[in-house]
């Protein structure tokens, strides 16, 4: 079994940043693709950013070039980066690991942007 548990979020203002983590732990095989999905209330779950078991990153239109996606050496940690927070980013973050027989969710970590 995996467990997956999101920290970093928090209260911002905009413009500002912050850096979400992910950490998979527990019966880990491989290495998971690891990706970030965000929700507000009433909205489905939308997807935002994928680092590859390889390294590959793919980052959503809506972020481009403000949200990063990386992980550490361990590969059991993936990270997003936020810059230039707008009110709009505001949100319910959640991690995704994906393996070959399944994938675990973390509970999430909420952002807000206010000022």
């Known amino acids: 079994q995996v467990q997956v548990v999101e920290s970093g979020g928090g209260l911002v203002q905009p413009g500002g940043s912050l850096r979400l983590s992910c950490t998979a732990s527990?019966?880990?095989?491989?290495?998971?693709?690891m990706s970030w999905y965000r929700q507000t209330p009433g909205n489905r779950r939308v997807w935002v950013a994928t680092?590859?078991?390889?390294?590959?990153?793919s980052v959503a239109a809506s972020v481009r070039g403000r949200f990063t996606i990386s992980r550490d050496m361990a590969k059991t940690t993936a990270y997003l980066q936020m810059t230039s927070l707008k009110s709009e980013d505001t949100a319910v973050y959640s991690c995704?690991?994906?393996?070959?027989?399944?994938?675990?969710w973390g509970q999430g970590t909420q952002v807000t942007v206010t000022s």
């Open positions: 680092i590859s078991s390889g390294g590959t990153t």
């Open positions: 527990g019966s880990i095989f491989s290495t998971p693709a």
């Open positions: 995704k690991c994906q393996f070959a027989a399944g994938e675990s």
